[in-house]
């Protein structure tokens, strides 16, 4: 599956419906995520970002995969760190984001099952940009010092 690209592109401004039930299609559309996530050399992607509008999103931060049906932020420490992102679908694009440094995420598992997921650092930040796309909400919306970069490659 493509790439959705660019800031004005309105289906990356579309809220994500959730996710009514576990099947083929929803395991399928996950590991295609998965894929075109690792192809362009990125640690997180929503599925909005492939033209699909449900709540899911992958990510892969320390060598671990984490597959999140319907995810949800239910706790945001007061403590907050900025740091660069860029975006899958605004290549090219950086600037620096405040988030907090620690989220739990309640969600899906690719087996149904309902997980909390205490979330720091890195692994914070891309979950935050992520459920963000699922609202609609992108890195620049949040971000000061956006710059372009055409060489830089690494991206959320």
Known sequence: ???VIGKD???LRQKSLPVKKMDADLHALISQMQKTM???DGIGLAAIQIGVPLRVIVCEVNDKM???????IVKLSSET???EEGCLSLPGIYGEVERPEKVTVKATNLDGKKVKIKAFDL???VVQHEIDH???ILFIDKASNIREDKRQTTAL
Request: glycine fraction near 4%; charge should be negative; avoid cysteine.
């Open 1 to 3: 599956m493509e790439l």
């Open 66 to 72: 984490y597959s999140l049906i319907n995810p949800e």
């Open 9 to 11: 592109n309105q289906t």
């Open 81 to 83: 760190s900025t740091f």
């Open 38 to 40: 690792k192809e362009n």
């Open 134 to 136: 699922l609202d609609g």
């Open 123 to 125: 692994l914070a930040r």
